[in-house]
Each structure stands twice: as structure tokens, then as C-alpha cells.
């Protein structure tokens, strides 16, 4: 019998799955089943899993290295990369999974019995294929070639190994998830900078020259904004003009803008607080059009990494802002972790109502500002402040908010802001959620005071991964005790 100690490889057949891409295994003893959680696999496989928490009941582990497939996965022409664990599992598997298990989890964790009647609709993304605005790839020293199952010393582009943080598989082709031409041309990049004699960046000791190449692509213009990050450690040799020519030989028009930062923090982030970015040429801005309004979005920013499914979350948002609520025309809505103040935005143009958008990011308080000029929007007033304290701060607030659009990130919404935002009063909270499992956990908080879940549907903004989304509708009048511990 294989032994169940942290730190060790074990190989496993995944018989089912749980929320959150977490594939169960099953060790018979003595005593029952014991069970392996292994992120990121499939009903059907055989894996190896290195044990890094071991409990009484459960071990949890990180997938090593999938041994044989499922019989449920399928062939794509696409390179297999770590961030689409599920790329061969058909989609209608992939919607199946998520729909079950997210309902479950709001049963177990929300205390939601009766969530299937309150249940609205599952919204699948318009494209499965293709479909991010967004990628960031990752230069490293350490590569792992995929056919031959081993590390090599050298240069490489592309992203991390499954499980690791400092190895990193060379993208060769499309990946089925970013646009294929720029994703077909990388190994050119790769090439130009490889030759170049600069190395790339050695995660474990910190050193090197190349870093990340991050690019944004604008739906609406269908061009690129792309960003090299590197240290200042040999950038004396390196030639910024040949490296111009060459992206704008390799994209053409479809170039905005191309920029340069020097990032000579130790931490693993793209994005350095303490360089500086250079315009190499064109523009540092792309615009984006979701639902009719336009955005000026900054390499920083933070926008919807899936436009044209983000448009039917937006969508559902609005609709469920407005649903059987006519206080909302000329009453006060507040929009919490506002980002670019997209919603709140979209939200202003369609009522007389005031609406405040309060976010922490400096830069992106900046972007929603000009947007909203951009847009002529003229009813909403944006606050670069913690949500936390911004709640504390503004007492006079309480019992003069129609709706709040909550829109928290992964880890949702701290207690005790969760706590003063309730005490605001407002008839009635939107609450969009990157992960139901926060938001079933602060479910409870908002029935003690007598909030009502109306409605819920799930957005599948992200095929191929485990993440799903969620919109809310809340509605202040009924404690829980009157829904009958629903």
C-alpha cells in the first residue's frame, strides 16, 4: 500500500470530482475510504499527486503528472497549458460539473435548501475558444521540455509547469484561449530575445534580464497592447529598437502600443511598484466597448478578462439591479470594488439615481473617472478608498442607499465591512461573485438581517478552468426564520 505522507508521490484514480476542480480519489482501509483531493483532474484519470496536507480523514495534494487519461476527454489541435486543466473535456462535461457542484456548495455552505427553485438561469460563455482579452506569459531560465518529461537550463517563453513556480513549459502554438496569431508568432519573440545573449530571468536565484510579456487585446479594435518586463540588469545591452521592428513586423496594424517596464523586485509580479514604464511606441491605453459604453483601459487596470461573456454578467446585473425596483431611478447606488466602474457606469446610464463607485486601486479610480467622461456619464462619483473604511467614513450614507452592487475579489468581502455595509440599510444588494464559495458563506450574515435571496445565476466566464461566477439579487423585508430556513 502506497504510504499517505506529506511530501510524498502517490498514484491515484480519480473516481468523481468536487467543486472548485477538485478531483476526489479514494484509498480503502481499514476503517472506510480515505480520501485524495487532486486539483485540476478528471473523472476517469490515473494520476501521480505529491501529498502536501494529510488529515485524519483526507489527504490534499498537488497534481504531478496525469498518467492516463479519461475516457470522457476529447482531442483539440490546441497545446495543453496548466492554466486549462479541463481543454479535453467536453464542454457540456465542463457546464454539468459546474452547475451541480455550485448549487450544492450554496446548500451546504449558504443553507440554501431550496436553491434549485431560486435557481434563474446558467449563462455560458458566446465563445469557448479564444475567448480572454488578456494573457501573461512568463521567461525563465529553468524550462521543462513536454516530450521528454524533463528540466532543462536554458531560455524559456511561455507559462509555469503545473505545481511548480519557477519552470516554464515553451509555448509553441495557440493555446486555444488568446488570440492564435499572436500566440503562433511568440516563439518568434522568444527567439529574438534568446539571441540577444541576455538570460532570462532564474526565479530561484533571482537573476536574469527577461522577466514577463504581458498583452491586452481590445475586442473592439482587435489590436494589442503588449508590455516587456525586464530588470535593469544588462538593459544597457539589449537593443529596444530592433526589438521594436520587430513586433511591428510581426503585428502590423494591429499594434497599439508597446511598452516597457523595469521590474527589479525579488517577487514573482509582473507588475513592479517600484519601476517605471516606458512607451517604446504607439499607445499605453487600448479601448473596449462592453454593452455600448466605451473604456480606456491601462495595462493595469483591472477589465473583464472575457468582454463578450462579461456583457451578459453585466447584463444580468443590471437586470437584476432593476428588477421590480422603481426606487432605483432617483435613489442613491452604491457600487462596491467598482474596478474600472464598468457596472456602476452602465448602471448611471440607464436611471437619474446618483451612483458612487469606491475602489482601492488608485489607477483604476483614474481610468473609471475618464471613462465616465468618455461616456458623458454625469450621476456617478468615484472614491479611491478602502471599501472598509470608506463605509466608516461616510455615516451619513445609512438608510439612503436603494441598491449596492457588490463585486468583492476571490476572497469576498471581509466581516467586518460585510457588517457596515449591512448596517447602510439599503432595500436591496446585487452581489456578483468570482467564487460562490465566499459568497455562500456570507449568505448567512445577509439572511440574519433580513435580506432575502431572490434570485441567483451562475456565468461560466472562464471554459476550461474550474472558476465560475455568480450574481445575486438580495432583497431586504424577510429574515430567515420567515423563509423557513431556507
Known amino acids: 500500500m502506497q504510504e499517505i505522507k506529506r511530501g510524498n508521490t502517490i498514484e491515484v484514480k480519480i473516481v468523481d470530482s468536487a467543486f472548485g476542480g477538485k478531483g476526489i480519489a479514494k484509498i480503502p482501509t481499514e476503517k472506510g475510504d480515505y480520501i485524495i483531493f487532486v486539483p485540476n483532474t478528471i473523472k476517469g484519470q490515473t494520476v501521480s499527486a505529491r501529498i502536501i496536507k494529510k488529515k485524519n480523514k483526507y489527504a490534499e495534494c498537488k497534481l504531478s503528472e496525469v498518467l492516463e487519461r479519461s475516457p470522457d476527454e476529447v482531442d483539440n489541435p490546441y497545446q495543453a497549458i496548466s492554466g486549462a486543466p479541463f481543454a479535453k473535456l467536453p464542454a457540456s462535461f465542463q457546464k454539468e460539473n459546474k452547475l451541480t457542484q455550485s448549487l450544492e456548495l450554496y446548500k451546504r455552505i449558504g443553507k440554501v435548501d431550496n436553491i434549485d427553485t431560486l435557481f434563474d438561469e446558467y449563462i455560458e460563455s458566446p465563445e469557448i475558444w479564444h475567448y480572454r482579452n488578456k494573457m501573461e506569459y512568463s521567461f525563465s531560465a529553468i524550462g521543462y521540455d513536454v516530450e521528454k518529461k524533463e528540466e532543462f537550463d536554458g531560455f524559456a517563453l511561455g507559462f509555469k509547469k503545473r505545481g ?10 495557440d493555446s486555444g484561449l488568446f488570440d492564435p496569431e499572436f500566440e503562433n508568432k511568440l516563439k518568434d519573440i522568444r527567439q529574438f530575445c534568446e539571441k540577444s545573449g541576455l538570460p532570462a530571468w532564474h526565479p530561484p536565484k533571482k537573476v536574469g534580464f527577461f522577466r514577463y510579456l504581458v498583452v491586452r487585446k481590445s475586442y473592439l479594435t482587435n489590436q494589442f497592447l503588449i508590455k516587456l518586463v525586464t530588470s535593469s540588469d544588462g538593459i544597457e545591452n539589449f537593443k529596444f529598437d530592433e526589438f521594436t521592428t520587430l513586433i511591428k513586423n510581426l503585428f502590423g496594424d494591429r499594434l497599439a502600443g508597446l511598452l516597457h517596464t ?4 525579488i517577487g514573482d509580479n509582473s507588475q513592479s511598484r517600484l519601476g517605471n514604464e516606458t512607451v517604446l511606441l504607439g499607445e499605453n491605453t487600448i479601448k473596449e466597448e462592453l454593452l455600448g459604453s466605451t473604456f480606456e483601459i491601462s495595462m493595469q487596470s483591472f477589465f473583464q478578462t472575457n468582454p463578450k461573456c462579461a456583457e451578459l454578467l453585466y447584463q444580468k446585473t443590471i437586470d437584476y439591479a432593476f428588477d421590480n425596483n422603481s426606487k432605483i431611478n432617483d435613489g442613491v447606488i452604491m457600487d462596491l470594488f467598482c474596478g474600472t466602474g464598468t457596472i456602476g457606469q452602465l448602471i448611471a446610464s440607464k436611471t437619474k439615481g446618483k451612483v458612487i463607485g469606491v475602489d482601492i486601486v488608485e489607477e483604476a479610480i483614474k ?13 456617478i ?10 463605509l466608516f467614513e461616510y455615516p451619513e450614507y445609512q438608510n439612503k442607499i436603494d441598491t449596492i452592487i457588490l463585486d468583492p475579489p476571490r476572497a ?10 449591512i448596517e447602510l440599510n439599503a432595500s436591496q444588494i446585487v452581489y456578483v461573485s468570482c467564487n460562490p464559495a465566499t459568497q455562500a458563506r456570507d449568505m448567512e450574515e445577509l439572511f440574519n438581517a433580513g435580506y432575502q435571496l431572490n434570485k441567483l445565476s451562475l456565468v461560466d466566464q472562464f471554459p476550461h478552468t474550474a472558476h465560475i461566477e455568480a450574481v445575486a439579487l438580495f432583497v431586504k423585508g424577510t429574515s430567515q426564520e420567515e423563509r423557513g430556513n431556507s
Open 164 to 173: 511548480t513556480w519557477w519552470i516554464v513549459e515553451n509555448l509553441e502554438k
Open 262 to 265: 523595469i521590474n527589479d523586485d
Open 367 to 379: 481610468n473609471a473617472i475618464e471613462n465616465a467622461t468618455i461616456n458623458n456619464i454625469k450621476n
Open 381 to 390: 462619483e468615484f472614491y479611491a478608498a478602502d471599501v472598509n473604511k470608506f
Open 412 to 421: 469576498g468581502i471581509a466581516k467586518k465591512a460585510l457588517n457596515r455595509m
